[in-house]
């Protein structure tokens, strides 16, 4: 019997964003055809995580694709997981150095320079975890793109994205906002409007996902339950020297 990796995410409304969600579902698919890959949901869409808890059996680990902290997600997660005591749960997506590759990558292909103003810009940051892990994102995301980077969030006790985007204006006459979001939808078109010169696009934008994320996803799926884990932390990949 494979073992089971449950992809888990939040949901989404969005056409665009389900069809992005999928496609990196279908890529971890076809690059681990030892594990039976599933999808689950905390919100908005089925199955949710309890009840494919509950549908499948064996070792199962439990991949939280969430980018920062979010306490209600969490909660739903950690619940879950107890239907089963062989259902262990991984650590999240984020924040991770290969988060801030392809944030970097999204940069270039937004046609970012080195002169711009960057402001890593994330969804509401629930609480002071979610607060820190945006925060560490921001860090390891300067650190690749070799410049500062300021933070704004939509809600929550860090710097609202509006105030962050007129505060980088004073450092530089462009700025160009670092999207952190997985996917596309309503959060990416609240981003859009904060009144930023360039905004890039998510993680998955639609297009087939970068070859990290499915690594960073199956590293995760692997460093627990007895698999070998696949890649490491080799640290930033330095965009500017």
Same mark, same amino acid.
């Given at each position: ?36 890959? @599933? ?42 997981? %107890? ?35 960057? @402001? ?5 940051? #629930? ?22 980077? %300021?933070?704004? #969030? ?85 965009? %500017?020297?």
């Amino acid at each position: 019997m494979n073992r089971t990796l449950i992809l888990c995410a939040h949901g989404s409304e969005n056409p665009r964003g389900r069809s992005a969600f999928s496609g990196l579902v279908n890529a971890v698919r076809r690059e681990a055809q030892d594990l039976d890959i @599933v999808d689950a949901f905390v919100d908005v869409q089925v199955p949710r995580i309890a009840e494919v808890v509950e549908e499948t059996a064996g070792p199962r680990a439990v991949v939280p694709l969430m980018l920062a902290y979010d306490r209600p997600v969490s909660v739903d997660i950690v619940q879950s997981s %107890h239907l089963d005591p062989a259902v262990s749960i991984t650590a999240p997506l984020g924040p991770d150095w290969i988060l801030a590759e392809v944030g970097v990558r999204r940069l270039f292909e937004a046609g970012a320079r080195s002169e711009d103003t960057i @402001v890593l810009a994330a969804d509401t940051a #629930t609480d002071d975890r979610a607060v820190a892990d945006v925060g560490k994102a921001a860090r390891l995301l300067s650190a690749v793109w070799g410049g500062r980077v %300021h933070v704004g #969030t939509l809600g929550g006790p860090d710097t609202p994205l509006v105030d962050a985007v007129d505060v980088a204006r004073a450092y530089g006459e462009r700025v160009v906002v670092s999207t952190y979001l997985l996917t596309p939808g309503a959060v990416h078109d609240s981003i859009t409007e904060a009144g930023a010169d360039v905004v890039t696009a998510p993680f998955l934008d639609g297009g087939p996902p970068d070859a990290r994320l499915v690594s960073l996803i199956l590293a995760r799926a692997r460093s627990r339950g007895g698999c070998a884990p696949v890649g490491g932390d080799p640290g930033p990949h330095l965009a %500017h020297q």
